[in-house]
């Protein structure tokens, strides 16, 4: 697999950790990508942007009505990529993007995984609970086989799945969703605190919507930062020090968690 | 041709000019896109970032390496497609975008159309002047084939190759040129007045990067705004009077083009 790039010719690095930090943050941190697949009547490729939310893991989650072209395309052929990465001010390929090959499958109605991926969807993306329960919608997880990561002007990399998902602990999944609940309903504060100190949002109302072992995603309307834990990955039933650690980090006098 | 869709089942509307002038403000404002193409090694279909300009009737302009991964897909089927439409604040389903599906055609250096892409491209993308001209780069044309409109919530249309695309008159190409040379280099402080009356953009120092028949791009460091000619498509030769009406729309007392 070769690095796509539009700039100058890419220069394809050793895979190091600041680059698989940088491409599950971009797969983590994506509100939205643009998905490419094969169009079922001809086999042309077809780019069209998706909703995203990724699991514990970091497998990227699409929500997609039966009716759409690339929910058809998908049933046809389920190979697809997905550009994640947003630009902002600046040159557009200054900015971080990541490539992600990956084979699509989608979630059943009566599949025993539904539930938490359309937690973890609608968590982020509180408008969609309008249609996500509606008969021809699924969820779709994408299972990552490779991907090619462009960290601005020549730092390509290309990555293995490995390099993009992380190793889960038995529990953490659901230790992940107390935290995250007990944060929201006990220590709105702290976590408004955390917007304003880590991400410089200084509106308040922000909520934690989504937790993994590396990080977390907060959210007020639409808008949506990642925030890594400085530590790294959390350990077995540690997200109780980690976001003590956090806020102490804010505010030493000051401990959000109980 | 399906539309693509991400929130609620797509409703297919018919095409109106509405939506023929949506999608083609869509592709002319992009600076960048998703760009479709499928892998050659195994037709995997692959989406990756691009820089984008158009050329004077509306197809969109590459600049890639001969070393890209795109490069070399389009090297061995011409077939792709272009996803355009930026996000900005709110719901990314909410803002428009554009799937344009196409064939892509490579420039060959001593091409007669190559300068005047090369033109078109470097008046918005002034950094990409570094490496345009290195061997292994080459400008590309997509030609369109139709495309799939998804203007913000059940407002989908699929259009033609002609909905997208902008006839041409004798000499106005030509024209246009000689009209933003004579903007740019005799009337800046007209064009820094369309920018702040037109878009909201205070600062000085705006030139016109490219013209075409229904409108022109605006480019000041890495922040472009598209215009559109508020009386519709230009006639032949038509640009001094509608320059001289945008200008009078800002300023009665004052006649910009001479």
Known sequence: ????????????????????QLARRLIRGARHGALAVLRPADGFPAAS??????????????????????AKALANDTRCSLLVGETGKGDPLAHPRLTVFAEARFIPPEDHSREG???????????????????????????????????????AFELTADDLLDETLEGLEAAALRARDHMNADHGDAVDMIASRHVGETKTGWRI??????????????????????????AAGGYRDVFVEL????????????
Chains 1, 2 share one sequence.
């Open 1 to 20: 697999m070769e690095a796509p790039a539009g700039g100058p010719p890419p220069l394809l690095q050793p895979v190091d950790d600041a680059a698989r």
């Open 49 to 70: 942007r998706v909703l995203l939310a990724s699991d514990f893991t970091g497998r990227p989650i699409l929500l997609v009505s039966g009716l759409s072209l690339h």
């Open 117 to 155: 991926l359309r937690e973890r969807f609608l968590a982020r993306h509180q408008k969609s609970a309008l249609y996500a329960d509606f008969p021809d919608f699924r969820f779709g997880v994408l299972e990552p086989l490779g991907a090619a990561l462009n960290g601005g002007f020549a730092r």
């Open 209 to 234: 919507a989504t937790l993994d072992r590396t990080g977390f995603e907060i959210v007020r309307g639409d808008t949506l930062h990642r925030i890594e834990f400085p530590g790294g990955p959390v």
């Open 247 to 258: 806020v102490r980090q804010e505010d030493p006098s000051k401990n959000a968690t109980d």
